[in-house]
Structure formats: C-alpha cells, structure tokens
C-alpha cells in the first residue's frame, strides 16, 4: 500500500508530501491549483514517459517518491530484491528524477534502474483510470484476466489444467518438429559416430596408454647411450679395474678420521658420517650396475611400441588430445548414437503424446471457455447495473468471448502446431485459452455495442473502469486505484452514486480520486485539498489534510463558491451526514 508520495519541483507544485492510508482519499481544489500534477506524480512513479515541461519554472529537476509498505505484497517485495534494491523495515522508496534538460533517472528501494525497470516492479502496485486512453483495463489481456478472476477459483483452476496441458504440448511439438526435421542430419551423425566407434574398438587403447608407451619408446631409442652412460658411472663409483674411484676415496677418507678419533670427538663424528656414505655409495654403485645390465637394445620391441603409438595417434588426431579423451568420447558417442538409431521410435512416441495431449487440451480448453462464457453473463449483467446508478441509464455492458476458427482444408494443411481441433471445429489456440475476451459498451439506447476504447467518451470511461472494478472488488491483486475526474459529466443523485461505489471499493482496497464533485469528497476516509498561493511573481501549490471543520468549508466553497455560506455550510454538513454510513473506514 503507498503510505505517502513526495512531489517536488513539479508543475505548480514546489514541495509537498501526500501522506496516504487506507480507504478512501479524495484530492480537491480549485481549477489550475495542481490537483492533476498528483496523477502525473504518479504516472512518473509507475514508469510513465517523462515531459521535461512538467519540472518547475526556475527548479533543475522535479522529483517524485513514493514510499510503499510491503505488508502483504510479497511478489512486490522478491520484484524490488530482484531490480537490486532493499526493503528496510516493511519499506520501499520507489523515485523519479526528471531533469530540465528532459533526462530521467529511476531509484527502486535505493537502487539505481532503468526506468523499464521501475514500471515492471510498480505497474502491479497502482491501476489507473483517467481522461486519456491508457487504462489498465483496456489491455485484452488484463480484460480476460479480469473476467478470469471474477470466475473465481472454478475458473482459476481450469486455466491452471489448460496452462500446464499446454505447457507440455508445446515442449512435445517442438521436440517432434526438431527431430523429424533433423532426420537425416541424425543419420548421418549416427555414421559418423559408428565409424569412429568401429575405429576406437579396432585399436582397443587402454587409459594413459599413449603416456606409457612414450616414455618406452624414449628408452629403447636410447638403449645404447644410457647403457654406457650407467657402466662409466658404475666405474666412477666402484671402478673393476682398479682405478681410483668414488668409494676408495670416501674409505680412505674414512680411514684417516678414523685414525685420529680418539683425541678429538669431532674428528671421530666425521669419521661416522663418512663410514654412512661408505654404504650409501656402495649400495648405489650396486643399483647402477643393476640398471646398466638390464639396458638391452630390443629392435623388435622398438618397432612394435612405435607401430602401437602411430595407432594411437592417428585416433588423438580426430577424437582427442589425449587417449583418455578419446575413450571419454567414445563413451558419449556410445550414449548419444543409441538415441541416434532410435529415431524413429522416438517419432512414433512423441506423435503418440502429442494426439494424447491434444486431445486432452482440447476437453480443457472448452471447459474453459464454457466457464468463461458463463461468467461473461454474470459479470456483463452486474456492471451494466453499476452503469445505471452511475448516470449512464441506458448504457450496455457485453462481454464477448470468441474463438478463431480455422477451415478444415487448412487446418489439415498445418504442421504439427497448427489448429486444436475441438468437438468438430478446428481453433486457434493460445496459451491462455482458446478464447479472446473483448469488453463492449452500448452507451445509448440503439446503439451497437463496440470495444470500449472506441465506444465511449473520456467520462463514460472512466464510469465504466468504476463499474468495472466494483464489481471485481475483492478479485483484483492491485493494492491502489486511482481515479481522475471520474465524475466527469455527472452531478446530482448519479453524483452521489459515484461516490457511494467508491467508498465500497475501498472497502477492498486503497483508493485515491481527484474529484471535483462534493458529492463525491462526502464519502472520502482523508479529504486533502489542493491550495494555490501567488508571491507576484511565482504561483505554486502546496497539500493539505483536512479537518472536520475544514472538510466543511472545502465542501461549501466546492457547493456554492463560498466557505462562508451558512447555507452551504448546512448543506456540506448534510452530505457528510448521508455519506458517514458508507465511509470505507466508517
């Protein structure tokens, strides 16, 4: 619920703060004092186009702000998280900033967006309805989800079975259309990949094979070279004949230290060192030995691991740089080549489905539009008695719900995601539905009904979004409505009806009307009044909540011009007396 907007530099409003509640809020005043410049505060909260003529004469920037409280609206609060911005203690601050030079900026919960951000995360907050033609209510596709919530649950749950059923048909058909448009690319896929299975199995690699053998084949290349290579150092370290070497020389070294042990203590520790090395050295020239004999040159063997690489190789070069590569991308082509020779299987299921389904959202299609129909009536029938009270007598609401039909030539002609074929007709079909839901309005005896943005004039529009939403009060998810000179064109006992419906729409909701009408200012919960003030050079507009004995003289000066008029003062006593009943907050 919007607990208050904040104006400033706006048109004739220099600074001025709105503090809003639930209930019924009327905003008044005289012509020209600025009471449109709240609807277009508003316009600017919700996204709406920014006009650089609005800023205030002599001011860099207007800015609006509107602080929210989240209790409640919880698909609000996750859309603020997700634009980045903050919910702090049950709050948000949507801002609008528009510069002189006509450049806007848009802040959600403290977070810089763009505006198309701004608009996604606060149309759901606010519907609406003035003199010009965006209404809420004159998009198809919130007219049908109006006539779907006034259904009710009956209606919700059919819509959810058709929305899941076609959810599934959807994935089916176009799952199907891949694959039998693909066919022969599969096919071909599916060679490929047997040919280079058939040619991985012939060579049977191991894992790490490629690895194992290159460092073979590096040995054997070089047999001859670390063969002498281990003999001159075997001779280096225990020399057979009888040259000086390694081991006779740590001996001796030994030896010597050893000789003088007992008349120095260190002498005695290098002696043991040398004595450990001894051992080491002489175990070591025994490895080496070792390893000079097992070196032999084995031409045959080089042959084969080199034959046995230039396998391998040849397979890295298409399958893989390495030979565990190669045999993961045998595994995967095994897994993908048995979805490959099931092709035609798979066509033969998916078209099974897709009759299944078809079949099946069809039945719920026309479940659905069969509800519709009949709320159509009840919903049609409930707003054209709003009209009535609301001055428009002879006024005619019809709700039409149609389907598209498509001839049967054509029908049998489409690809697989052409027509539903429902009882004998052959329909187009949406996600929502099989059906387009259209209001329209007979405004005068005679008259053809027509589309309501077509049919009727700026005052009986706004008549008829009143009608509309009283009779979806309580069914609406919009927390905020807000009407502009909804009264337009109306006076007397229509008047006073006008106000009456808005008292019992905020019952459910949070209403705020800009009214010019004191019949209608009756009936508000929080009267504020729009006040011009004039230095001689500047005029600007400021906000102010009205008391009781302030609310009778605003409704005075709105009966008769004057504030002072004991006859219009009883006469403004009056209305609030007959209105007190009705008062959304009592």
Known sequence: MLEEIRIGSLGVIESSTLELGPGLTVITGE????????????????????????????????????????????????????????????????????????????????????????????????????????HRLLRPRAQREALDRFGGEHTAALAATYASLFHDLDATERELEEVVATARDRAREADLLRFGLTEIEAVSPEPGEDATLAAEETRLGFADTLRTAAEQAREALSSEQGDPDTLATASAARTLLDGVREHDPEAGELADRLAEITYLLSD?????????????????????????????????????????????????????????????????????????????????????STARTASAVRLAEEVTAELTLLAMPHARLEISVVQHEVDRASAEAATSRGPLKVGKRWLKYAPSGLDEVELLLAANTGSEPRPLNKGASGGELSRVMLALEVALAGTSPVPTFVFDEVDAGVGGTAAVEVGRRLAQLA??????????????????????????????????????????????????????????SDTALAHARELLEVAQPARALG
Do not use: C
């Open 31 to 134: 012509t020209g004092a600025g009471k449109t410049m709240i609807v277009t505060a508003l316009g600017l909260l919700l996204g709406g186009r920014s006009d650089s003529g609005a800023v205030r004469t002599g001011a860099r920037s207007a800015r609006v702000e509107g602080v929210v409280r989240v209790d409640g609206l919880p698909d609000f609060a996750r859309a603020v998280e997700d634009a980045g911005g903050e919910v702090e203690d049950g709050i948000v601050v949507l801002a609008r900033n528009v510069s002189a030079e006509g450049r806007s900026r848009a802040f959600v919960g403290g977070a810089s967006v763009p505006v198309s951000a701004l608009a996604e995360v606060a149309e759901p907050l606010v519907a609406v309805h003035g003199q010009s033609d965006q």
């Open 284 to 368: 070591l020239a025994a490895d080496v030995a070792s390893y000079a004999a097992r070196i032999d040159t084995d031409p045959a063997r080089l042959a084969g691991v080199s034959e046995r690489r230039a396998a391998l190789t040849a397979l890295t070069r298409k399958y893989g740089d390495t030979i565990d590569e190669v045999l993961a991308w045998s595994e995967q082509s095994a897994t993908r080549l048995l979805d490959l020779d099931n092709t035609d299987g798979r066509i033969e299921e998916l078209r099974s489905e897709q009759q299944r389904l078809r079949g099946e959202l069809a039945e719920a299609g026309a479940a659905l």
């Open 507 to 564: 019952q459910n909701a949070q209403v705020l009307v800009v009214t010019h009408l004191p019949q209608v200012a009756a009936y508000a919960d929080r009267h504020v009044v729009v006040e011009k003030s004039h230095d001689g050079t500047v005029t600007s507009s400021g906000l102010t909540v009205l008391d009781d004995d302030q609310r009778e003289r605003e409704l005075s000066r709105m009966l008769a011009g004057l504030t002072d």
